[in-house]
Nanobody, 125 residues
Framework: QVQLVESGGGLVQAGGSLRLSCVAS?????????MSWFRQAPGKEREFVAG????????TYADSVKGRFTISRDNAKDTVNLQMNSLKPEDTATYYC?????????????????WGQGTQVTVAS
């Protein structure tokens, strides 16, 4: 089965930046799947952050991260990235990469079939 592996998390000061990456173990997998980022803070529900459609090259963002986060694809490396700028303490969470079949980006976590193990992002005040 396809595996997704996230990297790039860490500790950063408020206002700083991080770049997360999600690599699929199977070639061309991410190029033919909806790829999204979710996050989950301790004691809170899993939250949609950003999604990338593969057919029309669409992008969808949660209102809380619009203008600060950018999702992108590098299909040659079967990689999906999340550039996070102007980070805030409320962005602190475990960030997960997820894949879904179809062509439309969905924000519901139940729509996604494959998940990475997550990478921790901590934003200090």
């Amino acid at each position: 089965q396809v595996q997704l592996v996230e990297s790039g998390g860490g500790l950063v000061q408020a206002g700083g930046s991080l770049r997360l990456s999600c690599v699929a173990s199977e070639p061309v997998f991410s190029a033919r799947n909806v790829m999204s980022w979710f996050r989950q803070a301790p004691g809170k529900e899993r939250e949609f952050v950003a999604g990338s459609g593969w057919l029309d090259s669409t992008e969808t963002y949660a209102d809380s991260v619009k203008g600060r986060f950018t999702i992108s694809r590098d299909n040659a490396k079967d990689t999906v990235n999340l550039q996070m700028n102007s980070l805030k303490p409320e962005d602190t969470a475990t960030y997960y990469c997820a894949a879904a079949r179809g062509i439309e980006i969905r924000a519901a976590s139940g729509e996604y079939d494959i998940w990475g193990q997550g990478t921790q992002v901590t934003v200090a005040s």
